[in-house]
DNA sequence: TGATGGGTTGATATTTTATAACAATCAGGG
DNA sequence: CCCTGATTGTTATAAAATATCAACCCATCA
């Protein structure tokens, strides 16, 4: 699988920075292991299940238990940090976790990369679609599956 | 819970005539299990998961295994006749069987209830942003969740 | 200082959701 | 009737997630 190449251990670095400044300004704790968690997550730079992250988090030490990771993940995803794929049973870094939002991804059925689409048009969308259904939105998941770019050629 | 009340056996029942009447076209086996899990979905006329439909199928005989669910529930979805809610991991019978489509779903987080759009603009929508991001569209899922009309009063 | 209490993590067990693998059965064409 | 492929039955297991209670950490305050 050929892609476009970043340094990826930069963009892990930023994102944990990112996470620590948020954590500070809302009076939350980024405790060293919510810290390892989101590390692991973002690691691979493609969806990754709670277990991997399981798998990955016990390497070198006594095995851990599931609601350790599964805790930390839902803090994660409660401050914005990541998003779980539903589609995958998977979890993804967030790419603006500045602004508490719903993810919308798009899925390669071959690569498995993942884009997040941070376009304001296809969230208003998404919300007057609500509303013309009667409903009160709340929030909405919408994961595209298709084949990217890089994978097409 | 309030809601609109119609006459839900005929619902069921014109559901399941549609089903036969598809899979005779199609040339696909419109089995008895087949038929019996799709009218368990249908009855119940919210989500329902694959255990639920487990337990309806098992009154009154031998408990079955879940793969006979499963499977019934894979071909159901295969022939558009059903379609997973990811977010719920359960199953809802869709109300527009002729045509082969992903769902998009509007589902209240008070009742449960869910309600699918099938409106082509929205679908429209997604697939432009699919191609935008340099995708092939394949499929999507979207689940909005709210509060319905009813449940607001 | 050290008691208290909230939040976090550890540990054990279990539940919920889904699939693998192989055997038995059934339905339609030769 | 017999063969073949599809369907269903059966047993076992995998994968994903949660319930529950104990231990720990640490800031606050009497």
Redesign the pocket.
Same mark, same amino acid.
């Given at each position: 699988m050929l892609k476009h190449k970043h340094n990826h251990d930069e963009c892990i670095e930023s994102a944990l920075e990112a996470a620590q400044k948020i954590c500070e300004e809302r009076e !939350?704790?980024f405790?060293?292991?919510?810290r390892r968690v989101l590390e692991l997550v973002w690691s691979k730079h493609q969806p990754i299940? $709670?277990?991997?992250v399981l798998d990955l988090l016990s390497e070198g030490q006594?095995r851990?238990?599931?609601? !350790?990771?599964?805790?930390?993940l839902?803090?994660l995803i409660e401050e914005g940090f990541v998003h779980?794929i539903e589609s995958l049973? $998977?979890f993804v870094g967030c790419s603006d976790p500045e602004h508490k939002h719903q993810g919308h991804f798009m899925i390669c059925t071959k690569c498995s990369n993942v884009t997040e689409m941070n376009e304001k048009s296809l969230h208003d969308v998404i919300k007057k679609a609500a509303k013309e259904n009667g409903y009160t939105y709340e929030n909405s998941i919408l994961e595209i599956a298709g084949v990217c770019e890089n994978c097409r050629n």
């Open positions: !939350t704790r405790t060293p292991l919510r299940t $709670a277990y991997e006594k851990v238990a599931p609601p !350790t990771v599964y805790r930390a839902d803090f779980r049973n $998977a």
